[in-house]
């Protein structure tokens, strides 16, 4: 029911009680009874509620990633994705057992073997975005993370015969001019009153290697997305089933890499979980498996109650509020170039957003990076794993 029909609801009943009139302002004990469920209905349909609920469980996942590969020790990247998934898929399961999630199918040995090569790029997409976010700050990462809209994009016209239209291509062209900006900032700012001193190339050392990590994500991140719509067409996914296979199907790849190319020492151990921190560190790590089931439902809840068209703009729009939870949480550098970068990144992304509205308002083949067979459930999965 929406606002309005609640503020007539409740104006009938005042001017009910003001007349006397005790039939109409009557709630019968059935009725009172019925009340909370009411209430529940207005929050569940709420649009306002459902698109803060997103925009809030992207920017915290985003923050609480950053948080536990931030540390100047930390090297068990591999250890917190296979948490991450081991905890995601168990609340899957207690939520299908208490009959929270009623649409997921049972485990399907096979579909598991044709999924496995897509959980397998996952993998690599997801190991790529820690490793990019461990060296970049949030904002530079965020503003980073836009590229791989334009790889998608083209990808999707080699393999699938998609279109960009022109003002999709100023999009992209603002893209690549905030990440271009964003560099350039960040270097200035590692490079400011010291030359090359110590410590300015070892952030030089540092931004370097997150600039190669988030190439790398960009391009195993088109992989994945390309590879999933080509297959998930084939496996008949509902809600949940993309997300479910994904992080049950990653648990042993993470786990068997993990233990073969990270240090499980004692002395490793003890600098990644430092004693002062160590209890907030696995609170993070259990956040961030669940984190992606908040994003999941969430998406789905906005998507429902809104649109998709609404859907994609609160996507561009939560670009900002995300950058700016970098500067807020970690201290990232606020400088002009900085701002300017998060600005034209903000820009680029309503762009890019009301280029897709503008091309499924003429009915036209939807823009490459957008997929109409893929479930919200499935979308938010790779949301998830973006941030």
């Known amino acids: 029911m929406s606002d309005k029909k609640i503020e007539d609801l409740e104006g009938r009943l005042s001017d009910a009680n003001f007349r006397g009139d005790e039939k109409d302002a009557f709630i019968s004990p059935r009725e009172k009874r019925q009340t909370p469920s009411f209430a529940l209905s207005n929050i ?9 609920a997103y925009c809030m469980s992207s920017i915290s996942m985003t923050v609480v990633n950053k948080y536990v590969v931030s540390g100047d020790a930390w090297n068990l990247n591999l250890f917190y994705l296979a948490v991450q998934a081991i905890v995601c898929t168990l609340a899957i399961t207690l ?109 030089m050392s540092t931004l370097n290697a997150g600039y190669a990590w988030m190439g790398l994500n960009v391009f195993c991140t088109a992989s994945y997305v390309l590879a999933m719509k080509k297959v998930i067409k084939k496996m008949n996914f509902k809600d949940w089933d993309t997300m ?4 049950m199907l990653t648990i042993p ?5 993990s233990l073969l190319a990270e240090d499980w020492s004692g002395p490793n151990l003890e600098r990644n979980f430092p004693k002062e921190s160590r209890n907030s560190l696995f609170i993070g790590m259990v956040y961030s498996g669940l984190a992606a089931i908040f994003i999941s439902y969430c998406s789905a809840w906005c998507i429902r109650v809104t649109s ?21 949480f970690f201290s990232a550098p606020i400088t002009v170039g900085s701002v300017s970068a998060i600005f034209l990144g903000f820009v680029s992304g309503l762009v890019y957003a009301w ?33």
């Open 308 to 328: 998709s068209t609404t859907y994609s703009m609160v996507g561009a729009l939560n670009k900002l509020p995300l950058a700016i939870s970098g500067l807020i």
């Open 253 to 257: 790849v993470l786990i068997v890499l």
């Open 44 to 52: 569940d349909n709420s649009p306002g509620l459902s698109i803060l």
């Open 244 to 247: 479910y296979y994904n992080n």
């Open 95 to 203: 939520c299908k057992n208490v009959g929270l999630i009623r649409n997921l199918a049972p485990f399907d040995g096979e579909k598991a073997k044709k999924w496995f090569p897509i959980s397998v790029l996952l993998v690599g997409m997801i190991y790529t975005s820690t490793k990019a976010l461990q060296f970049l700050s949030v904002p530079v990462y965020t503003i980073f993370k836009n590229l791989t809209i334009i790889v998608i994009a083209y990808g999707e016209v080699l393999w699938f015969g998609g279109s960009v239209t022109p003002l999709a291509l100023l999009s992209f062209g603002l893209m690549v001019l905030s990440s271009v900006v964003a560099a350039w900032a960040d270097i200035q700012s590692a490079l400011s009153g010291d030359g090359l001193t110590g410590d300015a190339v070892v952030a």
């Open 355 to 387: 280029a897709r509205v503008r091309q499924s308002a003429v009915g036209q083949t939807v823009l490459p990076t957008k997929q109409p067979t893929m479930s919200a459930s499935s979308q938010s999965n790779r949301d998830a794993a973006n941030s």
